[in-house]
T-cell receptor
Framework: SQTIHQWPATLVQPVGSPLSLECTVEGTSNPNLYWYRQAAGRGLQLLFYSVGIGQISSEVPQNLSASRPQDRQFILSSKKLLLSDSGFYLC?????????????FGPGTRLTVL | RKEVEQDPGPFNVPEGATVAFNCTYSNSASQSFFWYRQDCRKEPKLLMSVYSSGNEDGRFTAQLNRASQYISLLIRDSKLSDSATYLCAVNGRGGSYIPTFGRGTSLIVHP
């Protein structure tokens, strides 16, 4: 069966510090991968998605970036965090090339920028 | 009009009640539809997919109305443990496989 891992679970960072969040998927090959942010009381905002190694599409211009160095690894980064970057960051995967494309989410990272 | 809209609620119902949520979508070309459940401070978890013919899983029934462009989720015999936020997801963007999520409907089931 497939599993998705994210770490860390919680993170408190000062404004201006760098960020690196990691997501890995097990039990499937060539998944589509996604990064979402959910601010308090808000909906899911798609940040990045990837259909393959090195292929990243950005949905919202901001100070975040994503990379996919391996098939089942997705990394979210920032060089300098802003207060507005606080939120619940969720990684998700879905099967590639499938018309009915359910997404499965990792446990998330709760980021607080102070 | 937003791509995917949900009544945020909260829907406050007693145990044993039947409750229904709707989710409207704007893209008539959308092909796939889902309901997710999200508990407080947890990740969304897939509850069920919504097929053209409808879908039933125990106390939960999901239906699609293409003419009016909405999906619905019906929960029968509500349990305390059903208390959560229910998110709908609709794939769109001209047939893209990337779903758009609604903001969710909060359900509170009380004794």
């Amino acid at each position: 069966s497939q599993t998705i891992h994210q770490w860390p679970a919680t993170l408190v960072q000062p404004v201006g510090s760098p960020l690196s969040l990691e997501c890995t998927v097990e039990g499937t090959s060539n998944p589509n991968l996604y990064w979402y942010r959910q601010a308090a009381g808000r909906g899911l905002q798609l940040l990045f998605y990837s259909v393959g190694i090195g292929q990243i599409s950005s949905e919202v211009p901001q100070n975040l970036s994503a990379s996919r160095p391996q098939d089942r690894q997705f990394i979210l980064s920032s060089k300098k965090l802003l207060l507005s970057d606080s939120g619940f960051y969720l990684c998700a995967w879905s099967l590639s090339g499938v018309a009915y494309n359910e997404q499965f989410f990792g446990p998330g990272t709760r980021l607080t920028v102070l | 009009r937003k791509e995917v809209e949900q009544d945020p609620g909260p829907f406050n119902v007693p145990e044993g009640a039947t409750v229904a949520f709707n989710c409207t979508y704007s893209n008539s070309a959308s092909q796939s539809f889902f309901w997710y459940r999200q508990d407080c401070r947890k990740e969304p978890k897939l509850l069920m997919s919504v097929y053209s013919s409808g879908n039933e899983d125990g106390r939960f029934t999901a239906q699609l109305n293409r003419a009016s462009q909405y999906i619905s989720l019906l929960i029968r015999d509500s349990k305390l443990s059903d208390s959560a936020t229910y998110l709908c997801a609709v794939n769109g963007r001209g047939g893209s496989y990337i779903p758009t999520f609604g903001r969710g409907t909060s359900l509170i089931v009380h004794p």
